[in-house]
């Protein structure tokens, strides 16, 4: 069993920056592919940006040049690192890791983004 905490929401103003972090524990071990996921009251969770242990990474056309995605494999923890900040990425943003074949979520954190 693998427990995602994540960290680092808040308010920001338009094109301000902020950084979520997301730290995983317990059985945390052999963990693969993290990634951040973001959520709309009355929408589907949508995919942010992912990464391998390798590195690789993938971001969603909405944030890309924007956010920039990084990984610790030896602390098991993933970050996101968000610039030019725009309304319409007001979400509840959430962590996500694989291990094996089982996938994990955190809890989640509130990003609001306002003037």
């Known amino acids: 069993q693998v427990q995602l905490v994540e960290s680092g929401g808040g308010l920001v103003q338009p094109g301000g920056s902020l950084r979520l972090s997301c730290a995983a524990s317990?059985?945390?071990?052999?963990?693969?592919?993290m990634g951040w996921y973001r959520q709309v009251p009355g929408k589907q969770r949508e995919l942010v940006a992912t990464?391998?242990?390798?590195?690789?990474?993938y971001y969603a056309d909405s944030v890309k040049g924007r956010f920039t995605i990084s990984r610790d494999n030896a602390k098991n923890t993933v970050s996101l690192q968000m610039n030019s900040l725009k309304p319409e990425d007001t979400a509840v943003y959430y962590c996500?890791?694989?291990?094996?074949?089982?996938?994990?979520w955190g809890q989640g954190t509130q990003v609001t983004v306002s003037s």
């Open positions: 990464i391998t242990r390798a590195g690789d990474t």
């Open positions: 996500n890791a694989y291990q094996i074949s089982t996938g994990y």
């Open positions: 317990g059985s945390a071990f052999s963990i693969g592919a």
